[in-house]
């Protein structure tokens, strides 16, 4: 049974906006200060834009469900195009935990005064995030026709997360004028350096509408369209929103965890509307169930296209009978990311326990890139392979740097070496076995 091409232009812009926009990192951007506006448009400029371009021409010369995994299979080897699946697939299983705790948090603060000490609770954090995930997930099992509905939901609520802090914004400056003083350059000290990482890192996840190829009724047609839409408009929210926040409130009062919250709830107050910190939550947890369900089924299709290589055991090649989807993949994924929400949670605060699967996200969800871009070499992008290779480096650099919520750098700086080994490791050993037994198997055959 195959894989089922639903989705359209339309389907394939929700798709890619629900997947690129993060709105938890608005407020680390606000963090930072003024001069994280002109390193949104950098970041489009110099890593969106060549990633959306390599994507699409990949996706195009290989219109089949495995994206990335594909793609490095073809150019560089059986090995490197499971490592690279690997990688990026234990990469967005910690993506899930990072993102999870922060949208669950930021719900918690905008409940109001009562609810707010839930923010910084494990087992809120935990039990909430774990329902979101399967939540999300689980609409995706059931199909592509009914899951891309959170995505759909998603992208429409960043859209209106976007225009509702704008006009928020608008409405504050104008009753009391800004909260900051706007920089165009963005400050050049140690602490921002680990946010450079993440800010880049969010103009990540075009990358999984290629892993959606077998499932896009007309790749040639319908993927640079979506690229460009969705490029355009994460790079508008992303600086519009930031601003926004710095509108509002003073960078330094605006928590990377609650920023959004806070934000609003000062709004509220500002403008005589507690309605708007609320509506806020609301919004912010609609983008996220659209992100959850996006790069969970997405990367999913990549032990898809491993299973019907014989790279993973073959229950992962079959589709359900019944809603056309990998389940045994999206289901493993969901696994994975639990399991990592809540061992990640050892050993130091929530704070620094974010900021460390913040850490192995971006390096885990950069390395791929090295692939991706190589492989986009050779298909002749040869300039956005050049500046997506210069990001990828410098992200990966800077996702190394401890922020100013981490107190023990050395458990920090050995947990990242650990994840990171851990991850490459065990995609060496899980390669090195699979691929063994399928030469046995295939052997066998012959004999």
Request: one cysteine or more; proline letters at 4%; hydrophobic letters at 55%.
């Given at each position: 049974?195959?894989?089922?091409?639903?989705?359209?232009?339309?389907d394939l812009t929700f798709f890619s906006i629900a997947t690129i926009v993060g709105a938890?990192?608005?407020?680390?951007?606000?963090?930072?200060?003024?001069?994280?506006?002109?390193?949104?448009?950098?970041?489009?400029?110099?890593?969106?834009?060549?990633?959306?371009?390599?994507?699409?021409?990949?996706?195009?010369?290989?219109?089949?469900?495995?994206?990335?995994?594909?793609?490095?299979?073809?150019?560089?080897?059986?090995?490197?195009?499971?490592?690279?699946?690997?990688?990026?697939?234990?990469?967005?299983?910690?993506?899930?935990?990072?993102?999870?705790?922060?949208?669950?948090?930021?719900?918690?603060?905008?409940?109001g005064p009562h609810f707010q000490h839930l923010a910084e609770n494990r087992w809120y954090?935990?039990?909430?995030?774990?329902?979101?995930?399967?939540?999300?997930?689980?609409?995706?099992?059931?199909?592509?026709?009914?899951?891309?509905?959170?995505?759909?939901?998603?992208?429409?609520?960043?859209?209106?997360?976007?225009?509702?802090?704008?006009?928020a914004a608008v409405l504050v400056w104008r009753q009391r004028g800004p909260a900051t003083?706007?920089?165009?350059?963005?400050?050049?000290?140690?602490?921002?350096?680990?946010?450079?990482?993440?800010?880049?890192?969010?103009?990540?996840?075009?990358?999984?509408?290629?892993?959606?190829?077998?499932?896009?009724?007309?790749?040639?047609?319908?993927?640079?369209?979506?690229?460009?839409?969705?490029?355009?408009?994460?790079?508008?929210?992303?600086?519009?929103?930031?601003?926004?926040?710095?509108?509002?409130?003073?960078?330094?009062?605006?928590?990377?965890?609650?920023?959004?919250?806070?934000?609003?709830?000062?709004?509220?107050?500002?403008?005589?509307?507690?309605?708007?910190?609320?509506?806020?939550?609301?919004?912010?947890?609609?983008?996220?169930?659209?992100?959850?369900?996006?790069?969970?089924?997405?990367?999913?299709?990549?032990?898809?296209?491993?299973?019907?290589?014989?790279?993973?055991?073959?229950?992962?090649?079959?589709?359900?009978?019944?809603?056309?989807?990998?389940?045994?993949?999206?289901?493993?994924?969901?696994?994975?990311?639990?399991?990592?929400?809540?061992?990640?949670?050892?050993?130091?605060?929530?704070?620094?326990?974010?900021?460390?699967?913040?850490?192995?996200?971006?390096?885990?969800?950069?390395?791929?890139?090295?692939?991706?871009?190589?492989?986009?070499?050779?298909?002749?992008?040869?300039?956005?392979?050049?500046?997506?290779?210069?990001?990828?480096?410098?992200?990966?650099?800077?996702?190394?740097?401890?922020?100013?919520?981490?107190?023990?750098?050395?458990?920090?700086?050995?947990?990242?070496?650990?994840?990171?080994?851990?991850?490459?490791?065990?995609?060496?050993?899980?390669?090195?076995?699979?691929?063994?037994?399928?030469?046995?198997?295939?052997?066998?055959?012959?004999?």
């Amino acid at each position: 049974m195959q894989l089922r091409r639903e989705l359209g232009t339309r389907d394939l812009t929700f798709f890619s906006i629900a997947t690129i926009v993060g709105a938890r990192w608005i407020a680390s951007a606000a963090h930072a200060g003024s001069g994280s506006i002109l390193l949104w448009v950098l970041a489009a400029l110099f890593f969106l834009i060549p990633l959306a371009l390599a994507v699409t021409a990949l996706t195009i010369r290989q219109p089949e469900a495995g994206g990335m995994y594909l793609w490095a299979h073809a150019d560089f080897g059986p090995a490197h195009g499971f490592l690279c699946f690997w990688v990026y697939w234990i990469g967005t299983a910690f993506w899930f935990p990072g993102a999870a705790m922060f949208y669950m948090s930021a719900a918690a603060w905008s409940l109001g005064p009562h609810f707010q000490h839930l923010a910084e609770n494990r087992w809120y954090l935990v039990l909430a995030s774990l329902a979101a995930i399967w939540v999300a997930l689980g609409t995706n099992i059931i199909g592509v026709r009914f899951g891309k509905w959170t995505e759909n939901v998603g992208a429409v609520a960043s859209w209106l997360l976007g225009a509702l802090l704008v006009i928020a914004a608008v409405l504050v400056w104008r009753q009391r004028g800004p909260a900051t003083e706007f920089h165009l350059l963005p400050k050049l000290d140690w602490s921002t350096l680990s946010f450079w990482a993440t800010i880049a890192y969010a103009m990540t996840g075009f990358e999984v509408a290629g892993m959606m190829g077998g499932e896009i009724r007309d790749p040639a047609r319908d993927l640079p369209r979506a690229a460009w839409y969705s490029a355009a408009f994460s790079v508008i929210f992303y600086a519009g929103a930031t601003a926004a926040l710095l509108v509002i409130l003073p960078a330094e009062q605006i928590s990377d965890l609650n920023g959004l919250a806070q934000t609003g709830d000062t709004a509220g107050r500002i403008l005589g509307a507690p309605w708007l910190a609320p509506l806020i939550a609301v919004m912010v947890l609609c983008s996220a169930i659209g992100q959850f369900g996006g790069m969970g089924s997405s990367a999913a299709r990549m032990p898809f296209a491993a299973g019907v290589d014989g790279l993973l055991p073959a229950a992962f090649a079959k589709v359900h009978p019944r809603w056309a989807t990998p389940w045994l993949s999206i289901l493993t994924m969901g696994l994975v990311a639990s399991v990592m929400l809540i061992s990640i949670q050892l050993g130091d605060t929530v704070r620094a326990a974010y900021q460390t699967v913040v850490s192995l996200m971006v390096i885990s969800g950069f390395l791929p890139f090295i692939y991706v871009f190589g492989s986009a070499w050779k298909a002749g992008k040869r300039i956005s392979s050049l500046f997506g290779w210069a990001v990828t480096v410098l992200a990966i650099l800077c996702s190394l740097v401890p922020s100013d919520d981490i107190h023990n750098v050395w458990l920090f700086e050995l947990k990242l070496l650990a994840g990171t080994l851990a991850v490459i490791g065990s995609g060496y050993l899980v390669y090195r076995r699979t691929s063994a037994r399928a030469t046995n198997e295939s052997v066998a055959v012959r004999s």
